[in-house]
């Protein structure tokens, strides 16, 4: 390709990038930053002026007797929280024209407003200081950048008037050739501040490092209670869907059953002991699936609450168990059945592991924590899996991962010899 073609070829392109789509973008970005920025300039610099005016007066008061300085004051202390309403307004304003030139979406991050105490609190935080950066950058890269970039494309028409006013034709001719590299310099440019204003947006306009990782703290928090409330409906919808067909179907099985071993009394031996052996095995199925439902979700701790659902492990627990629940407020549903869960699960391992005489359980309530303790005189010892191995291990193990579903604590402190104390913290409103 000659140098002629590689020139003509480079000023098509830069003619035709001047109504080009991104072309159009950027100038509209730039010219937008330009307002935003000017505003934002005036605003901010008109309240340090008037801060500063007033703290100056103070420091060289008398200025005109008390009612002078009662309104200096005040002007000195409503200063930092206009300036702060300022600050967080203008960078609403910056992220809504970004979205709205660039499609540039910048999250806001956490309200610094919510900071305490306030209006000190906001001010002690990085974000409100990364924005008033931006603002001040905006002077640079929006009032500047964007009267630049509208200079360039004004450029043709002030090389018109400057012919139009008799001005000698050599100089004439030197403003059209300077108009028109302006002009075909106006793309470039826009696009030039667009890159830097959005570099400077995505740094200083959106959440800071530790502010992105606490919001996915807070995410991932928020994720995994959703999906021990779905586990926990889903086992509420299981528990109805066996108690409502299958166990019924087992009932009617069993009293079928039941009736025919006492009607066939003078059948023949072998006929006699097939309806007996079906009986006991329809009979073990339904006990067997009844522990299988309670397993699942109780019934009863939606139809009577944790205390009642309690009482009733109290009472099947295979050894005696002192209960005393101190509950005024209900926790969440999710929050009652892992609590439901962990006692069910210690009064199982003390009956199969503690060699204890009895059990005691305590369920209270203090402010925002539900707290347990289940307490046995066993032989002790008991540690979770990993130290041990052990299918007690195991089940302490679980008992500490239901407790961290829904964000809560378990402690063991079972010492050789017992006592066994398993305390755990739910808070109530996972």
């Given at each position: 390709m ?8 480079r ?11 991104p ?9 937008a930053?330009l ?12 309240l ?17 007797g ?9 002007v000195?202390?409503?200063g930092?929280v206009?300036?702060l ?5 203008l ?30 609190g ?8 990364r ?7 905006a ?6 950048g ?12 002030e ?11 050599a ?6 050739a ?19 204003d959005a570099?400077s ?19 991932l928090a ?14 509420r919808?299981?528990?109805?869907d ?7 179907r087992l009932?009617?099985l ?5 009736m ?6 003078g ?15 329809a ?9 299988f ?26 050894l005696p ?8 407020r209900?926790?969440s ?15 199982t391992?003390?009956?199969k ?15 925002d924590?539900?707290?347990?303790f289940?307490?046995?005189?066993g032989?002790g ?5 990993g130290?041990?191995?052990?299918e ?35 808070p109530?409103?996972?």
């Open positions: 000659s140098r002629a073609d590689l020139t003509s070829r000023v098509r392109a830069a003619v035709s990038a001047l109504w080009s789509a072309t159009r973008r950027a100038t509209g970005n730039a010219l930053g307002l935003v920025g000017a505003v934002g300039g005036i605003m901010l610099g008109g340090a002026l008037i801060w500063v005016a007033a703290v100056d007066s103070l420091i060289h008061w008398p200025v005109g008390w009612a002078h300085a009662v309104l200096y004051i005040a000195v202390l409503a930092p206009l300036a309403w300022a600050v967080q307004g960078a609403a304003l910056q992220r809504s024209r970004l979205r709205a030139t660039l499609g540039l979406e910048i999250p806001a991050g956490r309200r610094a407003a919510e900071r305490r105490p306030w209006p000190v906001p001010w002690l935080t990085a974000a409100t200081w924005q008033l950066g931006f603002h001040l950058l002077l640079v890269t929006g009032v500047i964007g009267g630049l970039v509208a200079a360039c494309w004004l450029a043709p028409a090389a018109i008037g400057y012919v139009a006013a008799g001005h000698p034709p100089a004439g001719a030197a403003a059209v300077a108009a028109a590299g302006l002009l075909l310099a106006a793309p470039w440019l826009a696009r030039q501040v667009t890159r830097a570099a947006a995505r740094a200083l306009l959106g959440p800071g490092r530790s502010e992105e990782l606490a919001q996915r703290v807070e995410s928020r994720s995994r209670a959703e999906i021990v409330a779905a586990a926990d409906a889903e086992r919808r299981i528990e109805r066996l108690h409502d067909g299958a166990q019924q009932v009617s069993a009293m079928n059953l039941g025919a071993r006492e009607r066939f009394t059948a023949p031996e072998p006929v006699r002991r097939a309806i007996a052996d079906a009986h006991d095995e009979v073990l199925a339904l006990s067997e699936l009844r522990e439902i309670r397993g699942l979700h109780p019934a009863v701790l939606n139809d009577r609450g944790l205390d009642a659902a309690l009482s009733g492990l109290a009472a099947r627990a295979p168990v002192r209960l005393r629940v101190d509950v005024q209900p926790a549903p999710s929050v009652e059945a892992v609590a439901y869960f962990i006692v069910s699960e210690a009064l391992n003390v009956a592991h503690a060699q204890a005489a009895q059990a005691e359980v305590t369920v209270t309530r203090d402010g924590l539900l707290r347990i289940v307490t046995d005189d032989s010892g008991a540690v979770p899996a130290s041990d191995g052990g007690a291990g195991t089940g302490l193990r679980g008992l500490a991962q239901r407790a961290a579903a829904v964000d809560g604590t378990l402690t063991i402190d079972s010492p050789p010899g017992g006592p066994t104390v398993i305390a755990a913290e739910l109530c409103e996972s």
